[in-house]
């Protein structure tokens, strides 16, 4: 299996602690605890991004060791859109967290068959941009099998 890389046109979202709703459930002969219902635009993101990655999903899932690259590319702000800013792409120091916004989106991928547990991601680099001039809000996604001799001989077995 080789490298997988794709670009997604979406802004990217920490969707880890959005706003969402609890119930307290019982079941019967159990003992009650609180359940946390994702808000409807969570899942709406959710959605969307498994729908936009589903053409680069590899054929079988994953397995062994995984590295994986996620560079996240924010909208430019307007203070940035002025003459003296750097044209090129700017990293972004500000919320949301790096963790949050990859938590979520690595949810999406296992969900989604790219691999089989994310236990599996070894070697990870996380990015964080605003964009360049006239570039827009985007996920790009590399994903490499650290050894791919072990993942071919895995799927023979």
Not at 3 to 32: C, D, H, N, T, Y
Not at 86 to 109: C, Q
Not at 126 to 135: I, M, P, S, T, V
Request: hydrophobic share 35%; net charge positive; proline share 8%.
């Amino acid at each position: 299996m080789s490298r997988i890389a794709f670009r997604i046109k979406i802004e990217p979202k920490s969707l880890q602690f959005s706003a969402s709703r609890e119930r307290i459930v019982q079941p019967k002969g159990k003992p009650a605890f609180i359940h946390h219902f994702k808000d409807r635009e969570a899942e709406a993101h959710e959605r969307a991004v498994a729908t936009l990655c589903a053409p680069h999903r590899p054929s079988t899932p994953l397995l062994g060791p995984i590295g994986v690259t996620f560079t996240y590319v924010f909208e430019r702000p307007q203070y940035l859109q002025t003459a003296k800013a750097a044209p090129g792409r700017i990293p972004k120091d500000s919320r949301p967290d790096l963790t949050n916004i990859t938590k979520s989106f690595e949810d999406v991928l296992t969900r989604a068959g790219f691999w089989k547990d994310d236990g599996q991601l070894c070697d990870k680099r996380e990015l964080k941009f605003y964009a360049a001039r006239g570039e827009s809000a985007c996920i790009e996604v590399a994903i490499e099998p650290l050894y791919p001799d072990l993942h071919a001989q895995a799927t023979l077995l």
